[in-house]
């Protein structure tokens, strides 16, 4: 019967071809965080609602609309839209805030939102992300953006724009309010059904709003950076000047507001034109309240997270480079059991040197292992039958050149393999010039 179910709409499945592709942005994001002097954290893949009602705040589109929340036994549970509420919440429980400051976090999660899936816009996609808390400074928010540009540029991307702007504290955003609300006031009748509730609620959101309509009245809206106070004007200055002294590019852009509630003072995101309207591939800022709002100290913090599936599509589209896949080392292709019987003792030492090696599983004749070996792309073969048993001895053949070495089945085996295998890997490494993703032997 043929098989009918399908994944749900707006999730991926990731197959063994592609994800070496994870597995670089996984491995250059790891190195980037721990260079900056951040610890990777885990948390549940799902948590209270109420914790993201809280923190995400109740009038955002995702506690409106996107929650897949499940009711189990009088407690409700939320899948987690993204990465910050928990972080922050496991800081708290764990009293991780209560050890040296500023305390910094990364991770990487699988998050979900029921949004109207496109291109680079899933229900579940994932995030690589990160959480700073302690501090007040603005060097803190040039060392996150610093860190995400550094990542972008270790992944080899081009073309992204830096975009800043500064939402400011509660106190300078209560004048910000009154000025929005007067602004949208004489337009309300025209607003979307969803923007007149925000009116009411909080209307710096209108500002986000995707409706061209409501898009065209906010054209003209009050700009926040004219409403800072003077604390957090200093703030978005000295950031500036951060920027420009590491020579981070960046545009000032008063309309970014964020999707989620929590923000206050710096915000950002990392934005690029080539892969359509999900062109948004990192985005973050600092939110000194959330803590405190959790039930914590008031402790500053700030953060971001990049969408992987949206990096891997600009990564695909700029010809980006990734880490070459694992194959398999050697592969011995054998007639008779006793020659598939040494073959299994080989390819078990071998394997505790730490080469991918393998046998035939299938009952092949020789030739169909042949073939199956250049299938799988094996660097080397031995072809193991009753004479060279008889021998002791068998030829390793390089699959790509073609030549043949003979070599003892001894003890020595291994050993033996091991030079032909690293003579090789220096020849390429010459080739190469040692370049960061040649075939070396040291990720075995
Ligand atoms: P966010 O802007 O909601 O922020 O999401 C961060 C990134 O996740 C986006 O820039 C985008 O690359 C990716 N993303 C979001 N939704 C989707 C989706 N439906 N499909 C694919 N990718 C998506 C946050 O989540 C904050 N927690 C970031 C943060 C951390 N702020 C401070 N600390």
């Not at 954290?41 to 799902?46: K, M, N």
């Not at 009602?53 to 939320?78: C, I, N």
């Not at 291109?119 to 610093?146: C, K, N, W, Y």
């Not at 073609?402 to 003890?411: A, C, F, Q, R």
Request: proline share 3%.
């Amino acid at each position: 019967m043929a098989m009918n179910i399908k994944r749900p709409n707006g999730t991926e499945d990731v197959l063994p071809k592609d994800v070496h592709k994870w597995n670089t942005v996984e491995k250059i994001a790891r190195e980037t965080a721990e260079s900056f002097g951040f610890s990777e954290i885990r948390i549940p893949t799902f948590e209270n609602t109420d914790l993201f009602l809280r923190s995400v705040g109740e009038t955002t589109d995702v506690v409106q609309k996107e929650m897949y929340t499940v009711k189990a036994k009088e407690t409700e549970f939320t899948l987690r839209p993204e990465g910050t509420a928990g972080t922050i919440r496991a800081m708290l429980q764990n009293g991780l805030l209560n050890e040296a400051l500023p305390q910094k976090v990364f991770y990487m999660l699988s998050c979900f939102r029921h949004e109207r899936p496109q291109a680079g816009r899933l229900r579940e996609f994932h995030q690589f992300g990160l959480e700073m808390a302690g501090s007040a400074a603005p060097t803190a928010d040039a060392e996150v953006i610093s860190l995400a540009k550094t990542l972008l540029t270790r992944l080899g991307l081009k073309n992204i724009e830096l975009y800043i702007n500064s939402i400011g504290c509660p106190s300078c955003r209560t004048k910000y309010h009154e000025a929005l609300k007067a602004y949208f006031e004489p337009h309300k009748e025209e607003l979307c059904d969803t923007c007149k509730e925000r009116l009411v609620k909080n209307p710096m959101r209108l500002l986000d709003c995707k409706s061209p309509i409501c898009q065209e009245i906010a054209k003209d809206a009050p700009l926040i950076t004219d409403y800072l106070c003077e604390e957090c004007d200093e703030h978005f200055k000295k950031l500036q000047a951060y920027l420009t002294n590491l020579g981070i590019e960046y545009k000032v852009n008063p309309k970014i507001v964020r999707g989620l509630d929590y923000y206050t003072k710096t915000v950002f995101e990392f934005v690029t034109t080539e892969i359509g309207a999900q062109g948004t591939v990192c985005g973050g800022g600092r939110y000194d309240g959330l803590i405190e709002q959790l039930g914590g100290q008031h402790i500053p913090a700030l953060g971001f997270a990049m969408g992987i599936e949206r990096l891997l599509l600009v990564m695909d589209k700029q010809g980006c480079d990734y880490l070459t896949p694992k194959k398999c080392d050697i592969y011995f292709a054998t007639m008779g059991d006793a020659a598939l019987e040494k073959a299994m003792e080989l390819v078990k030492d071998l394997r505790e040197f730490g080469y991918c090696a393998e046998y035939d599983l299938m009952g092949r004749g020789i030739k169909a292992q042949m073939k199956y070996a250049n299938k799988i792309g094996a660097a080397y073969t031995v072809v193991l039958g009753d004479n060279e048993l008889a021998e002791g001895k068998a030829r390793l053949k390089e699959m790509e050149s073609g030549n043949e070495t003979e070599i003892l089945l001894n003890d020595k085996f291994t050993t033996n393999f091991e030079n032909e295998y690293f003579n090789k890997v220096l020849d390429i490494m010459d080739d190469e010039n040692g370049s960061m993703f040649a075939f070396t032997g040291e990720d075995k």
